[in-house]
């Protein structure tokens, strides 16, 4: 089955600090793969994508994600969070065997930044 | 990039009655998908919408209790049929696009079935 997971539901970080949301991932064939981002009573914001090419990929706001295949890791990262940056964080990878087609997600990482 | 708008926003219904969903699509996308989540948590999938045939439905999830129209490449509908308090949630319409095949999602729509 191909899938995605997030192992962390909840993600503490002072802000300033270095911002780590984590993403495992198990897909036959080359992974498709995605972060979104969701603030409270919104819909969700396309962050990055890895296809193909650099393992390390950048994104909006700051952000980027490190395809890992020996690790079978796709974790997004940000240097130095914002407060701002407070939401709940989804990767998401491909359903079914059109690599890209259906994407189904993990579930979800709510990142606090403190001040 | 593609701006999904939906309609509604959100809804408080009666237990037993059915409410339509509207999604439309700035520009011209491949494919249209919607989602349920519950708040706070993942979203789960529940269909392809297909321009002009039938939707495609994920395991779970029938066409008489979700129907799904596409009349169009921007437009589509869901229908949550005979709706229970268990079909509270918030539903999704996502698109991809022709050229960047990235993945777009419209602001929710918050069922609340009383």
């Known amino acids: 089955a191909q899938s995605v997971a997030q192992p962390e539901d909840q993600v503490n970080v002072a802000e300033g600090n270095p911002l780590t949301v984590k993403c495992t991932y198990s897909?036959?064939?080359?992974?498709?793969l995605f972060w979104y981002v969701q603030y409270p009573n919104r819909g969700l914001q396309f962050l990055l994508k890895y296809i193909t090419g650099d393992n390390l990929v950048k994104g909006s706001y700051g952000f980027e994600a490190e395809f890992n295949k020996s690790q079978t890791s796709f974790h997004l990262k940000k240097p130095s969070a914002l407060v701002s940056d407070s939401a709940l964080y989804f990767c998401a990878g491909p359903s079914g065997e059109a690599a890209g087609n259906k994407l189904t997600f993990g579930g979800g990482t709510r990142v606090l930044v403190k001040p | 990039s593609a701006v999904i708008s939906q309609k509604p926003s959100r809804d408080i219904c009666q237990r037993g009655t059915s409410l339509t969903i509207q999604c439309q699509v700035d520009s011209q996308v491949t494919m249209m998908f919607w989602y349920r989540q519950q708040p706070g948590q993942s979203l789960t999938l529940i269909a392809t919408a297909n321009q002009g045939s039938e939707a495609t439905y994920e395991s779970g999830f029938v066409i008489d209790k979700f129907p799904i129209s596409r009349p169009n490449l921007t437009f589509s509908t869901l229908t949550v049929s005979n709706m229970s308090p268990e079909d509270s949630s918030i539903y999704l319409c996502?698109?991809?696009?022709?050229?960047?095949?990235?993945?777009?999602f419209g602001e929710g729509s918050r069922l609340t079935v009383l």
């Open positions: 996502s698109a991809r696009t022709f050229n960047t095949g990235e993945l777009f």
């Open positions: 897909v036959s064939g080359n992974p498709y």
